[in-house]
């Protein structure tokens, strides 16, 4: 077998890996999406679906993870090549727990429909909106091999621990002032912060993908916008989702 054919052979392997770790990201990126919808529209029947599409994500980074060692196993890869096999392998793990945030998100739906609308639940729309800029705008950088746009990305996730921070503070003042809020408030307070912890997975991956380029890890400390006290991300109620009425 000649050179050039192992090197274009290798160079196909590495574009499929590209291709399954884009495949995921979209279907993580558009999980975050109706996840938060279906908390504002109070739709059941997109929750379900969002939940189910999580299994899609599970496999993909099942198959992700056998073809890297496939990879590491026949190809042994060194120096660049080297990276760009863990620096894959390390995003689809961050994309996976994406999708699993996502999930217990669109999970709390059933319950908060059976409870009085929030005022303050437009604040999870932004969120999410925000957070899925930055995998969106994270995957690009991916793709392109762009550091430069990777920081941009590493730096907006400020703006979601602000965000977090505000809303913590309003649900916090709603459930002061009337408890029969506190339920529903307690509820879009682990989804925002479903939202926070898929912001800082979009971070990680950003600086992946620095790593990637630059074969350095950034050294700086990451800027963060959370003052409010820590809030543990606790599992979202567990059982199947009812079917929308």
Do not use: W
């Not at 999930?103 to 437009?122: E, F």
Request: charged share 25%; hydrophobic share 45%; aromatic share 4%.
């Amino acid at each position: 077998m000649s050179n050039d054919h192992i090197v274009k052979s290798y160079d196909e392997e590495l574009g499929r890996l590209n291709d399954l770790l884009a495949r995921m990201g979209g279907i993580a990126e558009k999980q975050l999406a109706d996840a938060v919808q279906a908390v504002f529209k109070r739709d059941v029947e997109l929750a379900a679906n969002t939940v189910a599409s999580d299994q899609q994500i599970d496999a993909l980074e099942h198959q992700i993870d056998a073809f890297v060692v496939q990879l590491l196993a026949l190809r042994q890869p060194i120096a660049d090549d080297l990276r760009e096999v863990i620096a894959a392998l390390k995003i689809a793990s961050h994309l996976e727990r994406v999708g699993d945030y996502a999930a217990n998100i669109a999970k709390r739906v059933p319950a908060l429909c059976q409870l009085p609308v929030v005022k303050s639940v437009h604040v999870i729309p932004r969120m999410g909106g925000l957070a899925q800029s930055m995998i969106s705008s994270v995957l690009d950088a991916y793709a392109d091999r762009d550091a430069h746009k990777a920081i941009e990305v590493r730096n907006a996730d400020e703006q979601v621990d602000e965000m977090y921070t505000s809303v913590f503070r309003e649900l916090l003042t709603y459930m002061m002032e009337d408890p029969r809020d506190i339920t529903a408030c307690t509820h879009l307070l682990f989804a925002a912060k479903n939202i926070e912890r898929i912001g800082d997975h979009a971070t990680n991956i950003a600086e992946y993908v620095y790593f990637l380029v630059h074969g350095t890890a950034l050294t700086d400390e990451r800027p963060k916008g959370d003052t409010s006290p820590s809030l543990v991300s606790s599992p979202a109620p567990s059982g199947p989702i009812p079917d929308a009425p």
